[in-house]
């Protein structure tokens, strides 16, 4: 009889809670104002299931709402905040009001100059140039 292997697995990675699909809001002065996402990038899944991110992750979204010149546009996003509680390496959970966005290119940098409310550490430290933007970083 063979045993189950047992699976090693980080009790530390962050939840992905935000799946595609999931309208987000965008935390920047780019033009848009709400997002929806249609993918995200390195992730493969399970067929028929959902993909979807977590802070730090580099997504595709649509944007819904904002200015003219910005909506429908299909443009590269980082996800900065999740809804979604995870927990820490320090044991501390960390749970944010909204799920948000900062619209980027595709290596990452952002578009816009300011960035709107809290940054979680784990974007921050994976995106150098979104930190150097971050007014707040939890």
């Known amino acids: 009889m063979s045993k189950k292997k047992a699976t090693i697995r980080s009790i530390y990675s962050v939840s992905r809670g935000v799946p595609i699909g999931a309208r987000v809001t965008v935390a920047d002065n780019s033009g848009a104002q709400v997002a929806q996402i249609i993918g995200v990038k390195k992730i493969k899944t399970r067929l028929r ?7 730090g992750d580099l997504v595709i ?5 904002g200015s003219p ?3 429908r546009q299909i443009v590269h996003a980082v996800l900065i905040r999740q809804r979604k509680p995870y927990r820490r390496a320090d044991g501390t959970w960390i749970q944010f009001e909204d799920n948000a966005v900062i619209i980027t290119n595709e290596s990452g940098e952002p578009r816009a100059t300011v960035i709107r409310g809290p940054v979680a550490r ?8 979104i930190s150097s933007q971050a007014s707040f970083i939890v």
Do not use: G
Request: glycine share 0%; no cysteine.
């Open 122 to 129: 784990e974007a921050a430290s994976k995106w150098p140039r």
């Open 49 to 55: 299931r959902l993909a979807a991110a977590h802070v």
């Open 69 to 71: 010149k910005m909506r």
């Open 61 to 65: 979204v649509t944007i819904k709402k």
